[in-house]
Nanobody
Framework: QVQLVESGGGLVQPGGSLRLSCAAS????????MGWYRQAPGKERELVAA???????NYGDFAKGRFTISRDTAQNTVYLQVNSLKPEDTAVYYC??????????????WGQGIQVTVSL
């Protein structure tokens, strides 16, 4: 089985920063990609950032510039550094894990989500 442990959420003021972490453990043999999605009230879940096996990164349009994804492959951990937070960033952030089960085949896992609230 696979477990995703998310941390780093909380309440911050506009302009502040957060660093989210997601550590994967369990039956992990080959990670295809890890990343973060978020969902705000009344909105669809959207990609924040993801990093693939080869190290390439993808960012949602809103995330470019203020969000940075990185990883520690040895620890199966992905990080999301968020700077200059805005109230619009308030959402539940979900860690996403794609495990390779074969060539071009993946099993997807989701964390339970952590709340990020940006408010005065």
């Amino acid at each position: 089985q696979v477990q995703l442990v998310e941390s780093g959420g909380g309440l911050v003021q506009p302009g502040g920063s957060l660093r989210l972490s997601c550590a994967a453990s369990g039956s992990i043999f080959s990670i295809g990609a890890m990343g973060w999605y978020r969902q705000a009230p009344g909105k669809e879940r959207e990609l924040v950032a993801a990093i693939t096996r080869g190290g390439s990164t993808n960012y949602g349009d809103f995330a470019k510039g203020r969000f940075t994804i990185s990883r520690d492959t040895a620890q199966n951990t992905v990080y999301l550094q968020v700077n200059s937070l805005k109230p619009e960033d308030t959402a539940v952030y979900y860690c996403n894990l794609n495990l390779a089960t074969g060539r071009a085949a993946y099993q997807t896992y989701w964390g339970q989500g952590i709340q990020v609230t940006v408010s005065l």
